[in-house]
């Protein structure tokens, strides 16, 4: 890396870049500074450089760390101080960690690295060598001379011929900014495909005739992303400057910054053409030249020019369209509030929307393609009464006079919460009775929701920086299921979320390769990475948490404070804290204090299991660390949580508890006993409704109990901890805490079981088995072990379900699981239902849809694949996401070939669907090595190419390597990461995929024997 930024960087260029000081890194504790050993040298090169005819250098260590000060001014009273005088003074700031050198003179530096050596601590003008290579990570900080405060933004694409490869938009940015310290250069994020005409410069209020600054050249640095401008004379402090650019780039359809979008329309034969825009993370930077960083917020005025057949979309109302003389028409927008880059948006295309008020008169509108426009009335309706759901929630009124989401063909992520013009995939908004699947429905509420909640978690007030995004993300996913279950309460979103969220982010957390939710991130691969399950899923656990340890009221004035107190500006975690803690004190909610509690849940990573024994009337409760492949640790030390314990007995069966039945477990004592237990009262049941993100473990005597309760009346037990009791159970075998015995017991009592989420937990389970036994003998005892549990269930599904969402669920569920393991009726039912759609549109039940699709397309040949392809590029939208899981089933090697191969192209497969072709070939056991080979074959050329983004390909690693167990698999993902990934790309996800592959290699080792004995004797007993 070093390497190549060094070429880049033409040093007679540099003047005095980049040695103005750098924005405040990210926090860390007990860390001051966090500028790279590359900056490092750089400086030091040019210090040495310079310091040949003037200026000083100083290096010396302290506190860990060494510190190179380069004073590069020019010869001036400033720097004639008494020797030792710059120095002394230098030092002592650094060592304070101030990284300005303040007025000692305007373009000094203070670099900084964590010293690992010993050196002394000495004065001395001697520069030191690095002595190891300089790599650059975190040195991507823009510097914090300059602070904007508003930008005018024009944008024009042109898009209207019939060639997109001929597509670009061109605009003109004027950036107000107030210089916070004297500067020769200002340095905005500026990706390196928006190329740019000579800026300038103008001093904003002139008065008295002083002339602008002049730009005397730019310079870009392409590995962060900036570009330079550097000027004639030293920015004064205080005054307020104008910088204007005018850009150009092509415009394409790469998902990111402003991009081309399409579809096919019916009604005119043609394709017509869209472009919108996707800002989040960093890619504001790609659209217009800006300062790319969450905490530098500003206002924007947007005017979109267009031609007049379509129309246009930005955060704000229109103010007035004008007609321009060539033609175009120049739609001008209200200046938003002020916000961070990554909240800008706009879109132009020929959409048709529908509109209502919300009981506080806000705009709310859905825009669709014309088509899809009868698909957005569950969106209007239910999304007004979560936006009016919020606003009493919080107790503040949603920012801006109008809400604009609109339903895109090309979309990345899900959905983003740009302010006032959210957008979504199509299939994430778009919902049509009769069609869309169930799953679907919940989703695409819980989706609004999330976007929703962040108009006030995210917009109203931000993260200082990314390291905090999960105050973003996971407050919006757990108010996802808040705002849902306060607008359709019937769906108990509440109880689901410990299914959906809780469950499933815990398995991922229970290896030594995951990270905490509060961590450090530079690069934008780095930031991109931070937006995975652990900030989303188990932020949102954790958060509700301490909704139940606060108590909900209090939680939510804690939350209204908080909001209010921090409108508009950045925030870091502490002030949430700090906000809870004082509500709790004005309620009068004691026993714990929010940082201290909260710090242990988000500063480390995995989680806590809580061992509970027995001991006559006493309850002794000790925690240690869930790990899986814990005997491959070598860190194993300090990890203790601050946990709220809640439990219940077989005489109490008290499931409805509240903050005041907690018992805390501190993170320094070893052992907490409770008292009140007798001896004759059966069971103990710890976690009630899994508010805690943690598992409990018991003794066998009272595992047995459990399993005896369940077997005899298993409704005594709360429907959530049924749940809990099955992952509990299999994820202690799994780390050899409890026998694998206990865990298969705890299966068989579900042949009663008529809810939704202790099913949807133990098929979690039952699919990791279905990995580890594919292609061993015990599969077969296996598969008749599955079809026993679900033996006498109706697999009949009507197509308008009226029953509640999560009876559907269920049926889908065991629909899939029959025609999974072949139970004839279900491939026999799939098969009919597939032809009379293919021929004669019959419609087929959607909750039933994608597992008939896959049926036949696994029992069929390339009539079934092809129909169901050309479903795929011109089918509902309901059906898209489905199609495309199911094209993965087939178990024709030509065919599984041909799709693969279509996933990388993108007038095959649209580029947003290119990871969820690829995972629906891996998930299929028969085709599963094909879709590795291709893999092994494209890695290289995939990642070099972004065909496929970081969060996706790591998504593909974790689907490819789940399964695997053996020395071979293992050593060829480590080929993949040593030899075929470029090493210049940061991924994640080997680590996580080589760590998942030991603990498997250990089940296998431990448990194959046992688990083939465990169903040859059980099925045998039962069939
Ligand atoms: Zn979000």
């Not at 330079?228 to 150009?248: K, N, P, W």
């Not at 995975?532 to 939350?559: C, H, P």
């Not at 005594?716 to 015995?741: F, P, Q, T, Y």
């Not at 996401?881 to 094209?887: E, M, Q, S, T, V």
Request: net charge negative; charged share 20%; hydrophobic share 40%.
């Amino acid at each position: 890396m070093f390497t190549s930024s060094t070429e880049r960087f033409d040093f007679s260029n540099m003047d005095d870049y980049p040695g103005e000081g750098k924005r405040p890194p990210p926090r860390t504790d007990g860390s001051v500074c966090h500028i790279s050993i590359a900056a490092g040298f750089i400086l030091t090169l040019l210090s040495l450089a310079i310091a040949v005819g003037v200026g000083i250098i100083v290096n010396f260590a302290g506190n860990n760390k060494n510190v190179t000060c380069s004073c590069l001014c020019e010869p001036s009273p400033q720097t004639t101080n008494a020797p030792g005088y710059i120095p002394s003074a230098c030092k002592a700031l650094a060592l304070e960690g101030n990284q300005e050198i303040c007025g000692l003179c305007p373009d000094s530096t203070v670099t900084s690295t964590h010293s690992t050596t010993s050196a002394a601590p000495t004065d001395t003008t001697e520069v030191t060598k690095p002595t190891e290579p300089p790599i650059i990570t975190d040195d991507i900080r823009l510097p914090d001379n300059m602070k904007p405060y508003h930008y005018d933004i024009t944008i024009r694409p042109e898009l209207y011929n019939d060639k997109p490869e001929t597509f670009t938009f061109s605009g003109r940015v004027d950036i107000f900014m107030n210089c916070i310290k004297a500067t020769k250069n200002i340095t905005v994020h500026s990706g390196s495909q928006v190329i740019t005409q000579t800026p300038s410069v103008r001093l904003v209020n002139n008065t008295g005739g002083r002339a602008d600054p002049g730009v005397i050249g730019t310079a870009r640095d392409d590995a962060r992303q900036f570009l330079i401008i550097m000027l004639d004379t030293y920015l004064t402090i205080g005054e307020q400057y104008s910088l204007t650019l005018h850009f150009t780039a092509n415009l394409t359809d790469n998902l990111i910054g402003l991009y081309l979008s399409s579809y096919y329309s019916e009604e005119a034969n043609a394709t017509k053409y869209l472009a919108v825009t996707q800002l989040q993370h960093t890619y504001a930077r790609f659209t217009f030249p800006c300062f790319d960083e969450p905490a530098l917020k500003a206002k924007f005025a947007i005017t979109l020019e267009r031609e007049p057949q379509i129309f246009t979309l930005s955060n704000m109302p229109l103010l007035r369209s004008d007609n321009l003389t060539d033609g175009y028409i120049a739609d001008v927008y209200d200046t938003t509030v002020i916000m961070p880059t990554y909240l800008v948006a706009f879109a132009f295309c020929d959409f048709l929307n529908v509109t209502n008020k919300t009981s506080n008169n806000v705009e709310f509108s859905v825009f669709s393609r014309p088509e899809y426009i009868n698909q957005t009335t569950f969106a209007l309706e239910e999304g007004i009464k979560m936006l009016d759901a919020f606003e009493n929630y919080f107790n503040i009124s949603y920012t801006l006079p109008k809400l604009d989401n609109i339903a895109l063909p090309d979309f990345y992520y899900g959905a983003m919460e740009n302010w006032g013009l959210v957008t979504y995939r199509e299939a994430y908004l778009l919902y049509e009775p009769g069609m869309t699947t169930t799953s679907y429905l919940i989703f695409i509420a819980e989706i609004i929701a999330h976007e929703l909640a962040h108009m006030w978690f995210g917009n109203i007030v931000s993260p200082v920086w990314w390291d905090d995004i999960w105050l973003n993300e996971g407050f919006a996913t757990f108010l996802s299921y808040l705002g849902v279950e306060m607008v359709l309460p019937e769906w108990k979103m509440m109880d689901l979320i410990t299914t959906d969220v809780i469950q499933r982010v815990m398995d991922v957390d229970s290896y030594e390769s995951t990270v905490p939710i509060y961590r450090m991130a530079y690069t934008p691969r780095q930031i991109g990475d931070l937006f995975d399950s652990i900030t989303y899923s188990k932020g949102a656990s954790v958060i509700r948490m301490m909704w139940f340890f606060l108590g909900e009221e209090t939680f939510r004035r804690g939350l209204e404070g908080y909001l209010k107190e921090q409108m508009f500006g950045n925030v870091a975690h502490d002030d949430l804290w700090v906000a809870l803690q004082k509500q709790a004190q004005l309620d009068g909610r004691t026993g714990f204090d929010v940082k201290t509690v909260m710090d242990t849940w988000i500063k480390q990573k995995n989680f806590p299991v809580v061992n509970v024994t027995r001991h006559g009337n006493q309850l002794k409760l000790t925690q240690q660390r869930f790990l899986l492949g814990a005997t491959n640790t070598t860190d194993s030390e300090g990890y203790s949580w601050e946990i709220p314990f809640t439990y219940t007995t077989q005489q109490k069966l008290d499931f409805n508890q509240t903050t005041s039945d907690i018992t805390w477990i501190r993170k320094d004592s070893s052992e907490t006993t409770i008292d009140s237990v007798t001896p004759d009262q059966g069971w103990v049941i710890g976690n009630i409704r899994q508010y805690g993100y943690y598992r409990v473990n018991y003794d066998t005597e009272n595992w047995q109990a459990i399993v005896r309760q369940l077997m005899n009346d298993h409704t005594k037990i709360h429907v959530i901890n049924r749940g809990v009791l099955i992952s509990d159970s299999w994820a202690l075998a799994k780390a050899g805490l409890i026998s694998m015995e206990i865990a298969w017991d705890m299966l068989i009592y579900l042949r009663n079981e008529t809810e939704y989420m202790p099913w949807d937990n133990a098929d979690r389970e039952l699919d990791y088995i279905d990995m580890m036994l594919t292609g061993r003998a015990a599969y077969g005892d296996f598969e008749r072990f599955v079809v026993t549990q679900i033996e006498g269930r109706s697999l009949n599904v009507p197509i308008y379900d009226d029953r509640p969402v999560q009876q559907r669920s269920l049926s889908r569920l065991i629909f899939s699981l029959a025609c999974k393991h072949h139970v004839p009726e279900c491939i026999e039912r799939s098969l009919e239902m597939f032809d009379a759609w293919r021929t004669n549109g019959t419609l087929i039940p959607p909750d039933i849809k994608g597992t008939v699709m896959c049926t036949a397309v696994r029992e069929g040949g390339e009539t079934e694949w092809d129909y169901l392809y050309s479903r795929y590029l011109n089918g509902p939208v309901s059906e898209t996401g489905l199609a495309l899981a199911a094209l993965g089933c087939s178990s024709r090697p030509w065919i599984i070939n041909r799709y693969l191969e279509y996933s990388l192209q993108s007038d095959k497969i649209r580029k947003q669907d290119t990871r969820n072709a690829i995972l629906s070939v891996l998930r299929n056991p028969v085709a599963f090595y094909m879709g590795w080979k291709f893999l092994m074959m494209n890695w290289r050329q995939m990642t070099l190419d972004n065909a496929v983004d970081g969060n996706h390909l790591n998504d593909i690693i974790r689907v490819a390597t789940q399964g695997m167990y053996t020395d071979f698999e293992l050593s060829q993902v480590m080929h993949l990461k040593n030899n075929i990934h470029p090493q210049e790309v940061e991924l994640s996800g080997f680590d996580r995929a080589i760590d998942r592959i030991m603990v498997n290699m250990e089940w296998e080792e431990q448990n194959y024997p046992f688990v083939e004995e465990w169903l040859k004797t059980n099925v045998g007993h039962t069939a």
